[in-house]
């Protein structure tokens, strides 16, 4: 594993940081969701298993800012992606959040699960910025907030790559219809009207994955 190096310019990186925009539909339940499966699949892409592991330092710099810094696994650990998310809102079915993400390799990334206080040491543009922008120092101790699973459907439909979501928490599953898009509000009306003229009951998603996740129970 690389020791951190300096970055140049490492006060201009958050410039690069994009902000995704997606809309995000919660569907009632199991059977709302296998209707929708049924429905797009002449439209399947692939199949994602996903396994979604969240880090804070132990002061709760990154919460206490709002920034979420997650491992993702991909399909039984064949790669792996570390994000930084930060400064979320969500409002009538549409999320804007400034992310930034960056692949980490497995084995780098399973040694960061065992032993969290790894992380501040790796190489990586993501936790440069960590440090640089929430004051999280180079020997700081990190911990494992926990972790879920999602499996994720990927539809091409009408010109949009639709993300048909079950969310495995220990507590219960969530199920979700996010698109990606630079036009959400146009999207979204067309995701709703598939949902409508099919009688899928549905609802505005109104916190994110990782806030249910940390509130313990499913959304009412």
Same mark, same amino acid.
């Given at each position: ?23 995000? =539909? ?8 296998q ?46 992606v570390?994000?930084l ?17 960056e ?15 790894? =992380? ?48 495995i ?52």
């Open positions: 594993m690389r020791l951190f190096s300096h970055i140049p310019f490492l006060d201009k990186l958050k410039n690069f940081v994009a902000m995704e925009v997606e809309v995000k =539909l919660r569907l009632k339940n199991s059977t709302a969701h209707q929708v499966s049924n429905l797009l699949s002449p439209f399947h892409k692939k199949t994602l298993f996903q396994e979604n592991i969240f880090f804070d330092d132990k002061h709760s710099k990154l919460s206490s800012n709002l920034a979420v810094l997650r491992l993702r696994f991909y399909n039984l650990n064949s790669h792996c570390l994000s998310k930060a400064k979320p809102s969500i409002s009538n079915g549409i999320s804007r959040i400034q992310e930034l993400e692949p980490l390799p497995v084995a780098t990334a399973t040694e960061c699960v065992s032993k969290p206080s790894l =992380l501040s040491k790796i190489d990586s543009k993501i936790m440069a910025l960590v440090k640089n922008e929430y004051g999280v120092g180079e020997n700081s101790e990190f911990v494992c907030l926990g972790r879920f699973k999602n499996v994720r459907g990927v539809y091409e439909w009408k010109g949009l790559k639709l993300e048909l979501d079950e969310t928490y220990g507590f219960g599953t969530c199920y979700e219809i996010e698109c990606e898009s630079l036009d959400p509000e146009r999207d979204k009306k067309l995701i709703e009207g598939f949902l409508e003229e099919n009688g899928i009951e549905y609802e505005y998603s109104q916190v994110s994955k990782f806030a249910v996740f940390r509130s313990g129970k499913l959304p009412d």
